[in-house]
Antibody, heavy 122, light 108 residues
Framework: EVQLLESGGGLVRPGGSLRLSCAAS????????MSWVRQAPGKGLEWVSA????????YYADSVQGRFTGSRDNSKNTLFLQLNSLRADDTAVYYC???????????????WGQGTLVTVSS | DIQMTQSPSSLSASVGDRVTITCRAS??????LNWYQQTPGKAPKLLIY???SLQSGVPSRFSGSGSGTDFTLTISSLQPEDFATYYC??????????FGPGTKVDIK
């Protein structure tokens, strides 16, 4: 059974940092691209970052470019998102999602974690 | 970036109703359109990919159609567990995925 379990969320002050983790199980982690998608309270879904299966390629939304860094440790089946220079508008539930299509055209997110809440407030 | 719109933004329906939700892209995205369902407090769930392919395990009352810029999600006979918010997502301009704003389906 495919499982994705996020952790690392919490309350942080503006300008602070957090590191989110997504522990994967039930599939060959290294053969799948992974993405982070966030959802601000009461709002819609926003794609944040993608990491290729090898970890060699990373992609970011304009809203987080230069502040967030995606990475992965395939030996530990874990995806990471380093959040720096956090702002109030980064407050959201952050989901990790599996991408069976290697971030190529026509792909989709077929499994999602339960999410971890990041709150940026003074 | 490709912009996605959905209509209506919300609708009220009864169990057994046929429900149709529309998604429009700001430019042609071929058939690279996915649909997700989200219930309160839960993660999104993939329903339809590539505009019309039913994800494994999803009931056959869900169907998708369209290509180019205009797409629809249809629920043939609404069930109690279908009251949720539905999002479309383009996967044409990857990996810069964009989602529609969502359509909330609630009980009439």
């Amino acid at each position: 059974e495919v499982q994705l379990l996020e952790s690392g969320g919490g309350l942080v002050r503006p300008g602070g940092s957090l590191r989110l983790s997504c522990a994967a199980s039930g599939f060959t982690f290294s053969t799948y691209a992974m993405s982070w998608v966030r959802q601000a309270p009461g709002k819609g879904l926003e794609w944040v970052s993608a990491v290729s299966g090898s970890g060699a390629r990373t992609y970011y939304a304009d809203s987080v470019q230069g502040r967030f860094t995606g990475s992965r440790d395939n030996s530990k089946n874990t995806l990471f998102l380093q959040l720096n220079s956090l702002r109030a508008d980064d407050t959201a539930v952050y989901y990790c999602a599996r991408d069976p299509g290697a971030a190529a055209a026509g792909t989709r997110f077929d499994y999602w974690g339960q999410g971890t809440l990041v709150t940026v407030s003074s | 970036d490709i912009q996605m719109t959905q209509s209506p933004s919300s609708l009220s329906a009864s169990v057994g109703d046929r429900v149709t939700i529309t998604c429009r892209a700001s430019q042609s995205i071929s058939s690279y359109l996915n649909w997700y369902q989200q219930t309160p407090g839960k993660a999104p769930k993939l329903l339809i990919y590539a505009a019309s392919s039913l994800q494994s395990g999803v009931p056959s009352r869900f169907s998708g159609s369209g290509s180019g810029t205009d797409f629809t999600l249809t629920i043939s006979s609404l069930q109690p567990e279908d009251f949720a918010t539905y999002y479309c997502q383009q996967s044409y301009n990857t990996p810069r995925f964009t989602f529609g704003p969502g359509t909330k389906v609630d009980i009439k």
